[in-house]
């Protein structure tokens, strides 16, 4: 079955501390990945997405990924994080012939300390 | 542009009874998703709607349902409501659909309580 997986459920770091977390997904072929946010009280919001070409992809807020698709990878970097980057973070994965369905990852929860 | 509006924001229900859960999309957006949000499953894929037709379905029994209206406006019906069916409900939205390149905009959801 397609499955998506985050390595970490929850990640405590300092204020300018590098940040990456990891996103793995199962072999399907074709894929259109994804990274979502969901800051407390809030909806999730779109971070960043890689669709083809270059694998190293630039977001919002200072955040990139990288697909290595021999890896089946798509993990999420910022080398300097900031208290305001508390929140939660997916990783989403749209499998080849899905249509628009997307599969999410559990989730990582990461804690910001000031 | 106004984002994803779902409505209500919350509900509490008991079990047994049906409950229907409403979607405005973007304006401009013809497709519409539904997802279901817990702590123990996390997100997981309900349906996703193209003019008004059913072009995905996921591993839901057969009490969820759904529909979309010309306006591209969707609602999500489930019956006989189970305890396990608390969870955040969430609709987003996106230009198009089949390929699966594009984005989803997300609304805030709506927080289903079953007692």
């Known amino acids: 079955a397609q499955s998506v997986s985050q390595h970490n459920h929850h990640v405590i770091l300092s204020e300018a501390a590098s940040l990456e977390l990891g996103c793995n997904y199962s072999?399907?072929?074709?894929?259109?990945l994804f990274w979502y946010v969901q800051y407390p009280g809030q909806h999730l919001q779109l971070l960043l997405k890689?669709?083809?070409?270059?694998?190293l992809v630039k977001g919002i807020k200072g955040f990139e990924a990288e697909f290595i698709k021999s890896k089946f990878s798509f993990n999420l970097r910022k080398p300097s994080v900031q208290w305001s980057d508390t929140a939660e973070y997916f990783c989403?994965?749209?499998?080849?012939?899905?249509?628009?369905?997307?599969?999410f990852g559990q989730g990582t929860e990461l804690s910001v300390k000031p | 542009k106004a984002g994803v509006t779902q409505t209500p924001r919350y509900l509490i229900k008991t079990r047994g009874q049906q409950v229907t859960l409403s979607c405005s999309p973007i304006?401009?957006?013809?497709?519409v998703s539904w997802y279901q949000q817990t702590p123990g499953q996390g997100l997981q894929f309900l349906f996703e709607?193209?003019?008004?037709?059913?072009?995905n379905k996921g591993n839901f029994p057969g009490r969820f349902s759904g529909r979309q209206f010309s306006n591209s406006r969707s609602e999500m019906n489930v019956s006989t409501l189970e305890l396990g069916d608390s969870a955040l409900y969430l609709c987003?939205?996106?230009?198009?659909?089949?390929?699966?390149?594009?984005?989803?905009?997300f609304g805030a959801g709506s927080r289903l309580t079953v007692l």
């Open positions: 989403a994965v749209n499998f080849y012939n899905q249509g628009g369905k997307l599969i």
């Open positions: 709607y193209f003019s008004e037709t059913q072009r």
């Open positions: 304006s401009g957006h013809r497709s």
């Open positions: 890689y669709f083809s070409g270059d694998p």
């Open positions: 987003a939205s996106s230009e198009r659909t089949g390929s699966g390149a594009n984005v989803l905009t």
């Open positions: 072999y399907g072929g074709t894929v259109n």
